[in-house]
T-cell receptor, first 113, second 112 residues
Framework: DAGITQSPRHKVTETGTPVTLRCHQT?????MYWYRQDPGHGLRLIHY???????DKGEVSDGYSVSRSKTEDFLLTLESATSSQTSVYFC????????????FGPGTRLTVL | KQEVTQIPAALSVPEGENLVLNCSFT??????LQWFRQDPGKGLTSLLL?????REQTSGRLNASLDKSSGRSTLYIAASQPGDSATYLC???????????FGKGTKLTVNP
């Protein structure tokens, strides 16, 4: 299995509070991604990174920001959480040498009350 | 905009049956297509990746095909087992190799 960890694995928070999710990889892969998975919508890309300090928006980026100060860490921040951001969040990684085959972390279940 | 569709949403088969899962995509200009498996409450496990220049890929009892001209990919599972029960997702890399667009998945149940 690709070395990807996500923390926390579960979080319950209140509307309006800031939340940061962390993704950590040990594979030294260039690309890192954040997705959310919701019933009826499937998996949707939030943001991705193609290198340290290099990030770009995905399909559903509103309300989210990201940062990548080290190759191994990719942070997803909800500046002011809303109930619509209740979801399961997955981190993924890929490298140039494997035709960008993506490998996923175990997920973080976030509940915003 | 790429759209990926998987039909049916759910499939139930008896153990031992050979089966085919379908995936269709609207934009044939894909970089690659990837099949995943997801068990309840778990992350996604990559099963097979087919590059745009390839027609198929095989891994054990799994065979995935790609037909860009018709916008279709299939995942063939031979001699299905109860342990194959899971949700199967396909995703097309479109608009650049780094961006995957996912279908909503087919939930497979293999009955003993």
């Amino acid at each position: 299995d690709a070395g990807i960890t996500q923390s926390p694995r579960h979080k319950v928070t209140e509307t309006g509070t800031p939340v940061t999710l962390r993704c950590h990889q040990t594979e030294n892969h260039r690309y890192m991604y954040w997705y959310r998975q919701d019933p009826g919508h499937g998996l949707r890309l939030i943001h991705y990174s193609y290198g340290v300090k290099d990030t770009d928006k995905g399909e559903v980026s509103d309300g989210y920001s990201v940062s990548r100060s080290k190759t191994e860490d990719f942070l997803l921040t909800l500046e002011s959480a809303t109930s619509s951001q209740t979801s399961v969040y997955f981190c993924a990684i890929s490298g140039d040498t494997t035709y960008n085959e993506q490998f996923f972390g175990p997920g973080t279940r976030l509940t915003v009350l | 905009k790429q759209e990926v569709t998987q039909i049916p949403a759910a499939l139930s088969v008896p153990e031992g049956e050979n089966l085919v899962l379908n995936c269709s995509f609207t934009d044939s200009a894909i970089y690659n297509l990837q099949w995943f498996r997801q068990d309840p409450g778990k992350g996604l496990t990559s099963l097979l990746l087919i590059q745009s220049s390839q027609r198929e890929q095989t891994s054990g009892r799994l065979n995935a095909s790609l037909d860009k001209s018709s916008g279709r990919s299939t995942l063939y599972i031979a001699a299905s087992q109860p342990g194959d029960s899971a949700t199967y997702l396909c995703a097309a890399a479109s608009g650049g190799s780094e961006k995957l667009v996912f279908g909503k998945g087919t939930k497979l149940t293999v009955n003993p």
